[in-house]
């Protein structure tokens, strides 16, 4: 078949590769829905994160089951199903802990952005519908695989409360269904942090209630103002940089909590500024499994439409275009159409 | 009067100063009951930490109101009354919120190891009893003003659950009130980190089940062994050094909690190391008022005796002595009697 590979910083080719094929007994082989570029692949494509030669792209992916290892028993060809990027048994202490993120044998999804993948532990890792999904589902199920579940994480740690006060940090993919997930769980206020007017469009659609387009100090002392210069009880780090991290501190009120998402590049904390700062925080890849069932139920039952964050679509075969427009902003995030 | 001044390093005398006296109309004026040392006065003692010119010393307390200022409302003359280490106002918004220790009005605690003490901000800093509790209560009440306050914090921050499992790290005294804390708060395991057998003997005491005399890599891998490899879901560093807190990282389970509370000295942190290690952290000066009025009830119900922790008690003439044998660590923690 053909798939997505990098060679190297901006090179990204749609080229012949091997078909997947089960390796492991509790391996599955899907066929994709449709499948799409994470922000976190921008990091190689900038040449901001090592890799050691061509690379099978992606990691966010629906679609369904045509192969399934011998000792796969819940997972069964024909159905449809959503896993999320990290691969997790679901049966270890750490999975039963809700962190299937540090699943004793977590391993990184890859080769996802292809017509066939290859899913790693595949009763632990994936969930199935009942039903096939209708074609106008796809987008929305696809999202719940990595950015949704990204988002709603950031929203779970940073303790997003009924009636509370959110702030979310970067207006990118994962910033946007932060807004969603905070929205989602009640959030009587919920302030983003935007200075792209298509951003703060969608932004206000999710549920946002306040856009914030100044940055540093500014921006901390407007969001210090929205909120009577208490700050806010959570706040959702969306991006991973040094300026983005300090206003997420500088947000925070003492005793709230903050939830990061974003890996951190070029991030250091002081521990006497942590200290007196007194600001909870949980961060790490997000523990999509725990909240799958959840954000997939939501999404057939036309509660939430994460899948609007895909403002461009191209087909599979333009995969290099879609990580151009990503790079340059053009896109938030590209969706990629899967035919044959 | 006399009472307790740091000239500088290694340099504390019991000599005449001041008499206190109102300065705020928020203020009132205490006669101690006893009061004592605490692990922090070391820090400045030792010369670790800056000091301008002579300082008076104390801030943990615990005696009789003997005048008020005309604001103060609910504290009467007479009362007998505990007060936080961190002075606040207990109406503001963080207090509301849990975290007096970052009250917008908040001061420090200052020249409690002396007969007469001024408290700053008296209406929301001090908690009265009843009646005027019998002598032997003195040390345990003493005791709830900052060391079992702050233990009480490390626990709290930890998110201790019943039957859950927690790790101190540190066997100061704070450590110890850590140990009853966790054990109180109904934890199934309370591991300790204790190399002292004095302080393992009231480690037991106070709840601890497991002990762990080894330090750093061989001090972590013993923790996962008692933890079937998993780590523990609460961990309470109080200590506050690089070491103690890599071995807090280091027996954390992911997404379990590190309550921190020893001010950090040459502590920092990687981003992303935090980012992959996915525990969950909070830290700070503990806001002891918020646990206070049920501390005392505690102690005056006869269900804890935090004044254990007190090995050394010493008439406050003595003081320089008391400074020492901690220094020296032949005390964990010395207790200064105050006679006229």
């Known amino acids: 078949m053909y798939a997505t590979v990098m060679h190297g910083p901006g090179d990204v080719r749609y080229e012949q590769v091997e078909d997947p094929k089960i390796l492991k007994p509790t391996d599955a082989i899907i066929k994709l829905a449709a499948t ?35 000792e796969v028993r819940n997972i069964k060809p024909g159905q449809f199903v959503v896993g999320s990027f990290i691969l997790s ?15 004793v044998q977590r391993e990184f999804m890859t080769g996802a952005q292809a017509p066939y993948a290859r899913v790693p532990l595949a009763d632990g890792t994936l969930v199935a519908t009942n039903e096939i999904p209708d074609a106008d589902m796809i987008p929305h199920m696809l999202a719940t695989s990595d950015v949704l579940g990204t988002g709603w994480y950031a929203a779970d740690a940073s303790q997003v409360r009924e009636g509370g006060t959110a702030v979310v940090v970067g207006d990118g993919a994962v910033g946007l269904m932060g807004v969603l997930a905070a929205s989602q769980m009640g959030a009587g206020r919920v302030i983003v942090m935007s200075r792209h007017k298509d951003r703060q469009k969608l932004a206000l659609e999710y ?15 407007r969001i210090m103002d929205l909120t009577n210069g208490v700050g806010a009880e959570s706040v959702l780090e969306c991006v991973g940089m040094e300026e983005s991290m300090h206003q997420a501190m500088g947000v925070c009120r003492p005793g709230g909590t903050i939830g990061y998402v974003g890996v951190p590049h070029g991030v250091s904390f002081d521990g006497q500024q942590l200290f007196f700062g007194q600001k909870r ?8 499994r725990r909240f799958l069932p959840d954000l997939m139920d939501r999404v057939l039952a036309g509660k939430i439409e994460p899948g609007k964050v895909f403002d461009l679509v191209l087909p599979i075969a333009e995969v290099a275009e879609g990580y151009k427009a990503m790079d340059e902003r053009r896109a938030i995030k590209t969706m990629l159409r899967v035919e044959e």
Chains 1, 2 share one sequence.
């Open 36 to 70: 799409c570029i994470c922000g976190s692949d921008l990091w190689p494509y900038r040449g901001l994160s090592d890799q050691d030669g061509p690379a099978h792209m992606g990691h966010e992916y629906c679609g369904t089951v045509v192969e399934v290892g011998s």
């Open 281 to 288: 925080m949980l961060g790490g890849p997000a523990p999509v």
């Open 89 to 103: 048994d679901n049966t270890c202490p750490h999975c039963d802990f809700g962190f299937q993120s540090s699943c």
């Open 207 to 221: 549920g946002a209630t306040d856009i914030v387009e100044e940055r540093g100090e500014d921006g901390i002392g």
